[in-house]
Structures are given as structure tokens and as C-alpha cells.
């Protein structure tokens, strides 16, 4: 891993958000004032392939970058706001009703978010 790789790593992984690359360019900028925007894209699409983050893409915008741990992502359908949620493992469940097992899954609940749900009344 490259000392950018391991850099972006380490801002993703302390990070309480879910960062769009340009958001990690940002703060790498901090660190590391020479690097560029094509370099993030590139460690990032690294690490995913490695499975060192996870990438969750939301319809309508930028992709996001989070940690690798297990977690559901919740989706406000109209603000396209995202946060975590943990809900109980579905993986035997879903294997059982799949008749095969399953590696993983990456569940997203669409909703309101309830500022959403303020404007909307």
C-alpha cells in the first residue's frame, strides 16, 4: 500500500461521515498539500478492491466511502442524506431463503430522514 493509500485509509477509517472523494482529497490536501485529485480516485478504488473500505453508492450522488465494518446504511429518498444503522445479521436468513450461501450483503433502507419529514407536513 502506497503512503497516499495508507493516509486516505487511515481518514476514512477515523472519520464519522461518509466521505465522497473530493472530501478525502480535501483532507489528504491537509496532509500531503502535493497530491492530487487522480490519485485519490485511484487509492480508492485500490483499497475497495482490496476490501480495505467500502464504497456505497446512493442514486443521484457522489460516490461515498466508508469503513469496513458491519453495518446497514440508511438513504433519506429525497435529501440523499446517509447514515448507519445496525441491524441484527441477516446473512443465515437470507442464505436460507437464497438455498446457497451467501458471502455478504449490502443493505440500504430508503426513508425520510426526519428533517425531511418536518418539510414534508
Known sequence: MTRNGKLILEIIN?????????????????IAPKTVLATVYNNLNSLCEEGAIRRVSVEG??????????????????????SD?????????????????????????????PNCRKLKQ
Open 61 to 82: 450522488s457522489p460516490d461515498r466511502y466508508d469503513k469496513i465494518k458491519k453495518h446497514d446504511h440508511l438513504v433519506c429518498s429525497r435529501c440523499k442524506a446517509l
Open 85 to 113: 444503522i445496525t441491524f441484527s445479521d441477516l446473512t443465515a436468513s437470507l442464505s436460507e431463503q437464497l438455498g446457497e450461501p451467501i458471502l455478504s450483503y449490502d443493505l440500504k433502507v430508503n426513508y425520510l430522514c
Open 14 to 30: 477515523n472519520s464519522a461521515e461518509h466521505l465522497t472523494a473530493e472530501q478525502v482529497f480535501f483532507q489528504l490536501r491537509q
